[in-house]
């Protein structure tokens, strides 16, 4: 699966952005997919995920503000992000692989997705 990442750029706090990702190859093989992020000098930590069956699980920092969503059979999945914060900015990266579980501990582990887009910064000025 190839993955190729777009829409990041600079908004004020309390804007709006939209990541999209779109898979091409065997995206048969996709059980999830999900949207993580890296700020500079952090860990790459886990945003958003949904799951083939439709089953959605978010990052407390993004629950209510952020809205994770697929379009055309798993091809493109969206990262909506409403109500932007300063600490939103960050190299955000859409992730596809696998899903032998349903737990948000085994969903935020980077090591359980097999195929990365490129990565896409987003940054929010206050």
């Known amino acids: 699966v190839q993955l190729q990442a777009s829409g990041g750029g600079l908004a004020q706090a309390g804007g709006s952005l939209q990541l999209s990702c779109t898979a091409s190859?065997?995206?048969?093989?996709?059980?999830?997919m999900g949207w993580y992020r890296q700020a500079p000098g952090k860990d790459r930590d886990l945003v958003a995920v949904?799951?083939?069956?439709?089953?959605?699980n978010y990052a407390d920092s993004v629950k209510g503000r952020f809205t994770i969503s697929t379009e055309n059979a798993k091809n493109t999945v969206f990262l909506q992000m409403n109500s932007l914060k300063p600490e939103d900015t960050a190299v955000y990266y859409c992730?596809?692989?696998?899903?032998?579980?349903?737990?948000?501990?085994?969903?935020?582990?980077?090591?359980?997705?097999?195929?990365w887009g490129q990565g896409t910064q987003v940054t929010v000025s206050s």
């Open positions: 190859g065997t995206i048969f093989s996709i059980n999830k």
């Open positions: 992730a596809t692989g696998p899903r032998t579980s349903d737990s948000f501990s085994y969903f935020r582990r980077s090591d359980t997705y097999d195929s």
């Open positions: 949904m799951t083939d069956s439709g089953t959605t």
